[in-house]
C-alpha cells in the first residue's frame, strides 16, 4: 500500500532518498525546500537539487523562509498526509507540523545517534577521526534529533572523505528509509529511544575552522583534511597564496611544522608527515600534487603556514 508523503529536503543528498520514494510507489503531493539562492558568478538565485529534482518529476515544490505561520501550517496540514519524509531539510519543524501526520513526521540523519546531533554530522565524524558511522532514520520530536530511532545502517569511514561518505550514506540512507516505510505500513517496526549516553553535537563548519593547523599530529591534520573534502576544503597558505589541500596520506618524517620535506610535497607536522596528493588553488581545478609542482616551485624547506 502506498503512503501519502510529504518530503523536505534541500542538497545533493536528499535526492536519492526522494527518488526511491518515487520509485516505491507512494503518493507525494508536495516537496519543500530551502528557498532558492544566490549562486555562481552572477549569483542569481537557483534552486537546490531536491527542488530541481521534485520539480522534473512534476511535484508541487514550496519553499518557505519559515514553517512557524499559521497559514503555512494549516497548509501542511490540508495534505492529510500519512507522514512526512526530513532529509537535510535545513528549517526546523514546529510542534503543529510535527504533528499534521498520521504517523509522525520521520529524519533520516547522517550519524549513529546519539552521536553528532546536529547540522554537520558527516564531516565532524571523519573530522574527530571516528571509525565509523551511519545514517538512522528517526521518529521527530521538538528536540534537536532526539527522537527514537527505528532502523540503522552502519559502514566504516576507513580512509574516506567527508565528499565520499556523503554520497555513501546517500545512497545507504534512501534504501533504509524505503525499507523503514515498508515495515511502518506493516505495523512491524519498534521506535528504539537514544541513550542518554554518549551525546555529542555536530555544529556547523566554520570559515575559520577550515585552516590547517600544522602543529597538529598528521594524524589530526589528515582527519581535518579529509573532513572538509571536498568542501570548503581545508587549507594554508604559501607564497601569498591560499591552497585548498583535498587529500593527503599520514607518512613518517620529521621537521619544523609546515616544513616541506620532499620533494614529493611532503610537509612536516607536529607529529610525523604527510605527503599532500590532491590540491586546488584559487580559481584553478583540483590537481594532484605533481602538476602542481610543475607549475608552482615549492622547493625543499619552503614554509606552508
Known sequence: MALRLAFLGTPDFAVPTLAELIAQGHEIPRVYSQPPRPR??????E???VHKFAATAGIEVRTPLSLKNEAEQKSFADLHLDAAIVVAYGLLLPKAVLDAPAFGCFNLHASLLPRWRGAAPIQRAVMAGDAETGVMVMQMEEGLDTGPVLMAERTPITRKTSGELATELSRLGADLMARALAALERGSIKAVPQSDAGVTYAKKILKDEARIDWTKSAAEIDYHIRGLSPTPGAF????GERLKILYAEPVKGKGAPGEIIGDDLTVACGANALRILKVQRAGKAVMDSGELLRG??????????
Open 40 to 45: 555562481g558568478r552572477g549569483l542569481e538565485a
Open 236 to 239: 594554508t597558505e604559501i607564497k
Open 296 to 305: 608552482f616551485a615549492l622547493p625543499i624547506g619552503t614554509k606552508l603556514a
Open 47 to 49: 534552486p537546490g537539487p
